[in-house]
């Protein structure tokens, strides 16, 4: 009986073990693995974008590149001004000479110096573009800007065609290719159209143009060469001036007699000069053009600046030299 006891406490042993090392056996269960991956960003961070750079070759012969689209230009001639201005580039103009007269709003800009611009203020506008103007004087202060960091255009246009270039150079370095198409292309019909009504006529008349006559005895004029002497030939009149050696002359009142010019015109009527103190002049009555009234105030800006207004400077000259074909 008493073995019987040992066995069965042995037994109950044995199991009381296994019941306890299957509880300890038993494994905990995890918490189930996410099957679906966070969502990739689909928005990239900004890949950095190329600013543009477009190189052209002024009327200095010098490589320029330009980067980029410019915001902040200045002009450095009247005529530059006029171009901008008529590219539709006026609100990007944040300098200008103490000259830049037209249009009205170019009034209202901050003026950077005359003859000579002031190079200090300049760079503290912070220009994006520079258009300056030729000649050795001018290259001087070209490279002297260059230096400075500053980005710098000269335009020096010799001749009409030179003019419509220039115009269309400027609209390639300030991305403003359609307009200047635009503009150089009616600035091209208006100009054929006073050539077409000139072409037919035969009579061609001298035509005395003045500059400058603070001394009446001895005005200046425009010589060969010079805008005003290349327009009054489109127009359908003879320059008294051409004969001269130099592109801007003096001369006498003999010598102006002695040619006797049949149309006088006043360049320098910006200034004062009127038709009647020309008549008043010694020795000026027994020319053709005061016997017979024809003396004409002429907006000189029209003529002198190599900008856009040239051609309304032509379509002017041709009707004072030949009013018949403008009836």
Not at 52 to 63: E, K, L, N
């Amino acid at each position: 009986m008493k073995n019987k006891k040992v066995v069965f406490a042995l037994g109950l042993m044995v199991v009381l073990m296994l019941v306890v090392g299957c509880a300890q056996a038993t494994p905990t269960i995890a918490p189930p693995t996410p099957t679906i991956a966070p969502p990739t960003p689909t928005t990239l961070p900004p890949t950095p974008t190329e600013v543009p750079t477009i190189s052209v070759v002024d009327d200095a012969g010098r490589a320029v590149e330009v980067t980029g689209v410019p915001e902040r230009i200045i002009s450095l001639a009247p005529s530059n001004t006029e171009i901008l201005f008529a590219l539709g580039l006026g609100d990007k103009v944040v300098g200008v000479t103490d000259f830049c007269d037209y249009p009205e709003e170019a009034q209202e800009i901050e003026r950077v110096g005359g003859i000579e611009p002031n190079l200090e203020k300049i760079v503290d506008l912070e220009p994006d573009l520079v258009l300056y103007i030729g000649g050795a004087a001018q290259l001087e202060k070209t490279q002297t800007m260059k230096d400075l960091g500053l980005t710098v255009l000269v335009l020096a246009p010799l001749d009409i065609e030179g003019i419509f270039a220039d115009i269309e150079l400027v609209g390639r370095a300030t991305g403003t290719e359609d307009e200047t198409a635009n503009l150089v292309s009616e600035l091209r019909a208006r100009m054929d159209e006073v050539l077409s009504r000139v072409a037919p006529v035969e009579r061609h008349p001298l035509v005395f143009y003045e500059l400058d006559a603070t001394d009446p005895t001895r005005p200046w004029t425009a010589g060969p060469g010079s805008f005003i002497d290349a327009l009054i030939t489109m127009a359908g009149g003879v320059n008294l001036g051409a004969s001269a050696e130099m592109e801007w002359a003096q001369f006498s009142t003999e010598e102006i007699i002695a040619q006797d010019p049949e149309i006088i015109i006043l360049g320098d009527a910006n200034y004062g000069v009127t038709v009647e103190s020309v008549e008043e002049r010694p020795g000026w009555g027994v020319m053709t053009a005061v016997k017979e009234g024809a003396i004409y105030p002429i907006d000189d800006t029209l003529v002198s600046r190599p900008g856009p207004r040239i051609v309304d400077g032509l379509e002017e000259l041709a009707r004072i030299i030949h009013p018949e074909i403008f009836k």
